[in-house]
């Protein structure tokens, strides 16, 4: 049977150029160490950070440089510095990137400046004698393993709240941006940062920002576009206000040790129906143990929209899900044990649990 036989050639033909195909590509992808796909980091980030759009295009354009590993072996692989008011998703970020990486959303070093910021602390990192007090606490600061990385995984590192830190600690930071590398106070100890993400946040500026919006929030919505536009034209808008704070706050050569600055703009009202979307998976994956599920209808959602505080971000839906939510299902789940289809709705104004028509 020739025509069976010469299908059978064509498709060993076929098959042997497939695998050597497969086999060109695999060796394309293993060029670089990093394990990682940016492509699966970012779509990881886009499902669940809102309105950060500009901020997430810099961290993807940070990932590829990352991945494609010809970055510097003599400095860190990155120094990012996430700017913005509180809960607009700049630590969530973070715990995303690491959820992505790692499987886990903790598996990173948070260094809280707050804390570096008593004496003891600092003095691990700025290099305070040894035999001063802490001076040996310094290292339980820093989890190593997780600044580290591997071979096949970058470390990441947080250090939150920047402008909490001293000019002494932000000194000593300056030589981990340059040359990636921590001394610590007992000089025993070297850290090494040359495999490491490093991630900085900061709220400086936010609030000088913020006044400004909440101002151009009430007026009506042409006149509230036009001084925008004004305010960017005569360098005022929210992103001049904060980077002169920048600028008044730390030295030239620290920014200038900063890769990237990300602006995170402030939770707008627009965003909080996605933002409940998110909100409310995190429920239901935590629900899943009881075998619930949980829905809210559209009064629901416009309940949890109502009277948003800019000022707070996304924080403050968070709040609000652990406050007027949660109390009303734990005790309808209490009470109706075998229910496992809710939906959320409103009585009387408040969140209440509705009779769900698919298991009551
Ligand atoms: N843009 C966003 N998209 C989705 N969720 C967000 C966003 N911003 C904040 N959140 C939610 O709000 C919570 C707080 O956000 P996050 O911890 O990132 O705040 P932050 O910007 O680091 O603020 P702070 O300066 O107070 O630390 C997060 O757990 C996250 O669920
Ligand atoms: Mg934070």
Redesign the pocket.
């Known amino acids: 049977m020739p025509f069976i036989n010469d299908v059978l050639e064509h498709n060993r033909e076929a098959n042997a150029q497939k695998s050597h195909a497969d086999a060109a590509s695999q060796q394309r992808l293993t060029t670089s160490r990093f394990l990682f796909e940016p492509k699966v980091v970012m779509q990881h980030l886009r499902a669940r950070i809102i309105g950060q759009e500009a901020a997430l295009g810099e961290i993807e354009n940070m990932l590829n440089v990352v991945k494609a590993d010809f970055s510097s072996t003599e400095r860190p692989l990155s120094v990012t510095l996430m700017l913005g008011s509180t809960g607009v998703g ?2 969530e970020t973070v715990r995303l990137i690491s959820e992505a990486i790692y499987g886990r959303p903790d598996a990173f070093c948070r260094i809280d400046m707050n804390t570096l910021a008593q004496e003891h602390y600092a003095a691990a990192l700025t290099g305070a004698p040894p035999g001063y007090v802490g001076s040996k606490e310094g290292t339980t600061l820093f989890d190593i393993e997780a600044i580290q990385g591997s071979f096949s995984k970058p470390g990441i590192v947080l250090f ?2 920047l402008e909490k830190a001293s000019t002494e600690v932000i000194r000593s930071l300056l030589n981990v941006l340059d040359s990636g590398t921590l001394t610590l106070s007992s000089g025993s100890k070297t850290i090494d940062f040359k495999n490491s993400l490093i991630f900085m ?1 900061s709220n400086v500026g936010a609030r000088q920002a913020q006044s400004a919006l909440n101002y151009f929030s009430r007026l009506p919505k042409p006149a509230q576009r036009l001084c925008e536009r004004l305010a960017e034209q005569w360098g005022k808008s929210s992103q001049h206000v904060i980077e002169k704070a920048l600028h008044q706050q730390f030295d030239p050569e620290f920014i200038n040790r900063i890769d990237r600055i990300l602006h995170y703009c402030p939770v707008d009202q627009h965003w909080l129906p996605q933002l409940i979307d998110i909100e409310l998976n995190k429920l239901n994956q935590r629900l899943r143990k009881q075998g619930c599920h949980v829905s809210l209808d559209a009064y629901a959602i416009a309940l949890l929209s109502r009277q948003h505080d800019i000022r707070f971000g996304a924080r403050n839906l968070a709040r609000k899900f652990r406050t007027q939510l949660e109390p009303v299902l734990a005790r309808f789940i209490l009470k109706h044990p075998l229910q496992k289809k809710l939906l959320i709705g409103v009585k009387h104004r408040q969140l209440s649990v509705m009779a769900h028509p698919v298991d009551s």
């Open positions: 700049k630590t939150d709240e946040t």
